[in-house]
């Protein structure tokens, strides 16, 4: 009897052989048992993972003895299936003009599991939530994410000199069999199978309330004065 964890064995297909002869498996909640196994050294391998999921490349060795059976040397065998990942890459552009990419913009990324859920800081293996568009090159303005299924949220947090700061962030969500979706929004889409994230040029306003140019303007009316 073999564990699968991490994943429906009832689409995972695993193979168990004795040269080039194969014998049939049986699949039901995660545990596949091969039935009436003569005695002898087998080799296991995984050739079909779950959607959404990496197949295992290990392969075992199985010997099955009058003694009972042992896997690579071990009385029992769990293999793991991690998450599927799905690059995609974010690039950042001129509002007015699209051809313009936009370097060293800094961005800071969320997920959830569910739509409805509560979003988290994604972290990759450099354990960094954040990531910066690149400032030269022909992948200027540009990052790419390495990202199992979920629901995404992109959040700026340096814009790029010369150019207003988005207020809104960036939702995108990625399904078990890879396939990223960008809902409608006002300056980000998916194109050319990027997400595209646009830049107003200018400045931001002062804020409400903020004394603004009032000081500068009292100031010229007294030199005049």
């Known amino acids: 009897t073999l564990s699968l964890t991490g994943a429906n064995s009832s689409v995972s297909l695993l193979k168990l052989y004795v040269d080039v002869e194969s014998l049939t498996e049986n699949e039901v909640d995660g545990v596949v048992t091969f039935s009436d196994v003569l005695f002898g050294t087998y080799y296991l391998k995984e050739t079909s993972a779950p959607v959404g999921y990496t197949a295992d490349a290990t392969i075992y060795a199985v010997v099955v003895s009058d003694s009972g ?5 071990e009385s029992t065998l769990t293999v793991n299936n991690p998450k599927a990942k799905t690059g995609i890459t974010v690039i950042k552009v001129d509002n007015t003009d699209t051809s313009k990419t936009l370097g060293d913009v800094v961005f800071e990324l969320t997920w959830c599991a ?6 988290t800081l994604y972290k990759a293996d450099d354990e960094s939530a954040r990531y910066t568009t690149a400032a030269s090159g022909d992948d200027k303005g540009t990052f790419t994410l ?3 299924e979920g629901y995404y949220k992109l959040e700026e947090k340096t814009p790029p000199d010369g150019y207003i700061k988005a207020t809104s962030n960036v939702a995108f969500s990625i399904s078990s069999d890879g396939t990223v979706t960008v809902p409608t929004q006002e300056f980000a889409g998916l194109v050319d199978g990027k997400i595209q994230i646009k ?27």
């Open 69 to 73: 059976v042992t896997f690579n040397g």
């Open 114 to 119: 569910t739509e409805t859920g509560s979003y």
């Open 146 to 148: 390495s990202l199992p």
């Open 199 to 225: 830049n107003m040029p200018g400045t931001a306003l002062p804020n409400t309330g903020g004394s603004g140019t009032l000081p500068y303007t009292l100031g010229g009316l007294m030199l005049v004065i």
